[in-house]
């Protein structure tokens, strides 16, 4: 008796529990990107945050969605070859790698990625993507500078269609610059300011011994920071300051120099000195960034977005206000040093000829068309075209603009990049720690990049082809 | 008589000093087991850049709301809260009522290979999950369960931590109880329902808890099972509102507050059979 009402309930419980959540699912083959039938396709498109709305996060319902959901919209109406839905799916920049590589290794991957190239560059290399070479035409390649392109070239193919991109500098406090009697340093509130090696050090010193401490108690100079893999960009930038290439002609390593060690000695010294926050070590870029809106260092890294943001904080008084600009990263040969993360499409090798055919028309379509191109205002442009239509509304496009000669590309395009991000951080915290000297660190971090670098070659289709 | 008084009172003096420090000792590992409650609660009323002011607001100088409202506002929180609660509640309850049967069978009767099976059972314990997701994926997905609750759920009930807990638990029950109700001619399911699983219901609450809490925060199997918006869980759906670029710290902690308090009132309501529960099953007979 019991036994059959104790299964008899079991079995319901189970039943109507899994029909639940059977009736929250979807069909996985539909939003994987499943072609139907001959004349509708279905493709699926990811991206990490980029910027909300179509155009304007002031848009109603504005999301991160809403560009591609648009564009997707857009694209179908006119698209003649087949009826196309578009899934458009927004996931985390932490989450990025952990679902890609499991839908890769289940036979899943998405069609179209969207995202910062330098995130996504060791998918070419494994060859999850395919060349887009077929979908660039002179047109855009006349509107887009050689620089960009080359950040998105892969051997002597195109991986990724550029969008916009987000450049990287410094930024600093100018009221604080005031204080501390600097005003001669100042740039121009829409200007990158560029200081020659020497000023910087003099502004750092400057900044230390004459910031009044009544008003910014517990303040630093300058931003380092090493604690994990973020502690990448701007430490290859400051590694880059006495002109050291960094990278060979054949994709290796090259820190262990003179020149490079002499970078490293600057870092250290810059350091031990107190012209940076203490505990460097320890600190993140996350955490800098608030020690810098907070008004505790005096110059920090920035990017397009982080300083917009930093500004719309500031305007809506979730921070304090300060007088923010910005400004180069320094050389020893006085021209600045400057990057950026272009941002872009990739296609992946789905298999699928005609998905893969459509991807493609897709990301041709929101890359050159001319409504569509305007929401790369959202970052930096990439097209001149672009840049040029928005300069009055967003000046310091025209900077972003004349900064891009000095422009270099931080990832090298090498295989393993990311792996590389992994090995830099463990070396800076021994050199800043004191474990290491900086001819130590270079070397053993030129070491252990080049056998990342080397086993990730081997396995590149790029180098094997 | 006096002189032993006065001893008594010494002893009783030195007991209560005892006591006290003893009591302080405990109200400070209290505070501070608390505070990162208290640190992520106050943080969340804060403004991302006063989370990481130096020196710290030790209290919100001004509080606001408004993480919570852009928590709730922007995105389907409320469903991904339901989705949670719902994966773990299912998950938790089939994983019970198939352990207490695979444990019952593997502590009390008698069948040829039962130590063999045993230890292949335990042995899976030492397979991370992490080291299965990939075929795992395979199978959700060709039983047609990615972007479904279902995909999350059942993985989880296919694990042997429950069947080796609970086996501890009937181990400690004597033999001759169940042999006293099979001469007095109750079925091995009656034997089981009636006697076995009252007395185990303290292992059962502590298997609730701990696998409520271990498939709450189960992120990595649910990020790739749940892809889409209305799937997603509490914990997936927290971690895709931060952004790389623009780390909003007191955002991030009204979040995490959301998706710990659900925790907290599941351990305060099952604590007693928790606490219990990890006693007794240390105990055989």
Redesign the interface.
């Known amino acids: 008796m019991f036994k059959k009402r104790f299964l008899a309930l079991t079995a319901a419980v189970v039943l109507v529990l899994s029909i639940l959540a059977g009736c929250t699912g979807k069909d996985p083959v539909k939003s994987n990107g499943e072609s139907k039938s001959k004349d509708q396709v279905e493709i699926s498109v990811w991206l990490t945050p980029q910027w909300k709305g179509v155009m304007d996060p002031s848009e109603e319902g504005a999301d991160y969605d809403s560009f591609f959901k648009y564009a997707a919209e857009k694209f179908s109406k006119q698209y003649k070859d087949h009826d196309v839905k578009v899934n458009v799916q927004v996931v985390a920049g932490d989450q990025r790698d952990e679902l890609l590589n499991v839908n890769l290794n289940g036979g899943t991957p998405p069609d179209i990625f969207f995202e910062s190239v330098f995130a996504m560059g060791d998918y070419a290399h494994r060859g999850a993507l395919v060349p887009l070479n077929d979908i660039v035409d002179d047109e855009a390649k006349k509107d887009i500078t050689q620089n960009y392109w080359e950040n998105v070239t892969f051997g002597d193919d195109v991986y990724f269609y550029p969008f916009s991109h987000m450049p990287g500098t410094l930024a600093y406090n100018a009221d604080m610059f005031k204080a501390a009697g600097l005003e001669e340093y100042l740039g121009g509130e829409n200007e990158i300011k560029t200081w020659s090696l020497a000023d910087y050090e003099k502004i750092l010193k400057t900044l230390k011994t004459d910031l009044p401490k009544d008003k910014y108690s517990n303040a630093f100079p300058m931003a380092l920071y090493a604690l994990n893999n973020q502690a990448d960009t701007w430490n290859l930038a400051y590694l880059r300051m006495f002109g050291n290439e960094f990278f060979d002609g054949k994709g290796n390593l090259v820190i262990d120099d003179a020149k490079g060690e002499k970078a490293a000695e600057w870092l250290k010294k810059i350091y031990k000195d107190g012209l940076t926050n203490p505990g460097v070590e320890s600190v993140s870029s996350n955490d800098v960034n608030a020690m810098f809106q907070n008004q505790q260092l005096a110059i920090s890294f920035t990017n397009s977005v982080l300083f917009n943001n930093a500004k719309a904080d500031m305007e809506s008084g979730k921070t304090p206000k300060f007088d923010l600009r910005l400004a180069n990263i320094p050389s020893e040969s006085g021209d600045p040093l400057t990057f950026t993360y272009v941002t872009g499409a990739a296609v992946f090798n789905t298999e699928d000829e005609t998905r893969m055919k459509v991807s493609k028309d897709f990301v041709k379509f929101f890359s050159t068309d001319p409504e569509l191109v305007k929401a790369s205002k959202n970052g930096v442009p990439v097209r001149t075209s672009v840049a040029e239509e928005f300069k009055a509304e967003k000046p310091l496009f025209e900077a972003y603009d004349k900064n891009a000669q000095y422009m270099f590309n931080f990832t090298g395009n090498v295989p393993g990049y990311s792996q590389l991000r992994q090995v830099l951080y463990p070396e800076l915290q021994a050199l800043y720690t004191g474990q290491k000297s900086a001819a130590e660190a270079v070397k053993s971090y030129q070491e252990s990049g080049n056998k990342v670098i080397e086993e990730s070659k081997a396995n590149s289709v790029i180098f094997n082809k | 008589m006096m002189g032993m008084f006065r001893k008594g009172n010494k002893n009783k003096k030195k007991k209560e000093k005892i006591d006290i420090i003893l009591n302080g000792l405990v109200i400070f590992f209290a505070v501070l087991n608390l505070f990162p409650l208290y640190w992520l609660f106050t943080s969340s009323l804060k403004?991302?850049?006063d989370?990481?002011?130096?020196?710290p607001d030790w209290f919100p100088k001004t509080i606001t709301f408004s993480n919570y409202v852009d928590v709730f506002n922007?995105q389907p929180a409320f469903r991904w809260a339901f989705?949670s609660i719902?994966?773990s509640l299912?998950s938790t309850?089939?994983l019970i009522?198939v352990s207490c049967l695979a444990a019952y069978a593997f502590s009390k009767l008698k069948f040829k290979g039962k130590n063999v099976i045993f230890i292949i059972f335990i042995s899976s314990l030492m397979v991370p999950k992490e080291v299965m997701?990939?075929p795992l994926?395979?199978i959700i997905?060709d039983l047609?369960?990615?972007?479904?609750?279902?995909?999350m759920?059942w993985p989880n009930v296919a694990t042997a931590f429950g069947v080796f807990m609970l086996k501890g638990f009937f181990d400690s029950i004597p033999d001759s109880l169940r042999e006293s109700a099979r001469i007095d001619g109750a079925?091995e399911?009656?034997v089981f329902?009636?006697i076995m699983v009252p007395m185990v219901k303290p292992g059962i609450g502590a298997l609730f808890i701990l696998n409520f809490v271990q498939v709450w925060n189960d992120y990595?199997w649910q990020?790739?099972v749940g892809?889409?918006?209305?799937?997603k869980t509490l914990m997936?759906g927290i971690?895709?509102?931060?952004?790389?670029?623009?780390?909003n710290?007191a955002y991030k902690m009204a979040g995490a507050t959301v998706a710990a308090v659900p925790m907290l009132l599941i351990f305060i309501f099952f604590q007693k059979y928790f606490t219990s529960g990890i006693s007794i099953g240390a105990v055989k007979e």
Not at chain 2, 51 to 55: F, G, L
Not at chain 2, 227 to 231: F, R, T, V
Not at chain 2, 239 to 247: E, G, K
């Open positions: 403004n991302s850049s989370v990481v002011k130096m020196p922007n989705n719902f994966v299912v309850i089939a009522i997701i990939v994926f395979r997905q047609g369960m990615v972007n479904s609750l279902n995909g759920i079925s399911f009656t329902y009636r990595l990020l790739v892809q889409d918006e209305n799937s997936v971690a895709t509102l931060m952004q790389d670029l623009n780390p710290f």
